[in-house]
């Protein structure tokens, strides 16, 4: 599978990651360079780049005399999760609304609709991303946003087991028409509350749907 456009190290990494958080490569799986060379029909200099880009993202992991394998999915990894999802989304959400504009308003709205016709997983997941982000106003909140894009990554992995094994869309997509309405009547200890409830009550399933594919 030829990869053209960006550069090869890039586009590989890019292909590899996508198929991690989709879960058609599993965690603890191993990535063979050989492999992954034919596949993309490249040397394995840029595989081994990819291989180290994803590395440094933390979704994939070096053993000694084993190679690379994708970083397992575990019961402690989705509670730091979400964990620190509460604590940090919390803080964004309080600190944007200070200084919330229309447009992020309006941005939240396109978000929700996004959701709503979401057609398939890929579509769900980057509206729900879509949603969070607008609400956090994070072009005023840089660093705190570089943060939560790396925390999302690794949350992606596990978000998409609740919505793959039970009907939560619309559950989801309501607390997040029920939190942009606290927003836009300016109650931030309302809609702080009711997101910090969305994180928890979505960790909960996680861990449920991740406890019972450890068992």
Known sequence: MPVTGLGMSDAIALQLRSDILRGEISGGDRLRQDHIAERFGASHVPVREALQKLGAEGLVLFQPRRGAMVTPLTMEDAQEITDMRVELECLALRKAMTVFSIKDYENAQQAIVKGNESKNLDQLMSANWDFHRSIYAGAQQPRLMKSLDELWLHNERYQRLVFETIPYKLKSQQEHADILTAVEADQCDQA????????????????????????
């Open 192 to 215: 702080v509350a009711l997101l910090a409830k969305h994180i928890k009550e979505g960790g909960a399933m996680m861990a449920q749907i991740l406890c019972d594919r450890l068992s």
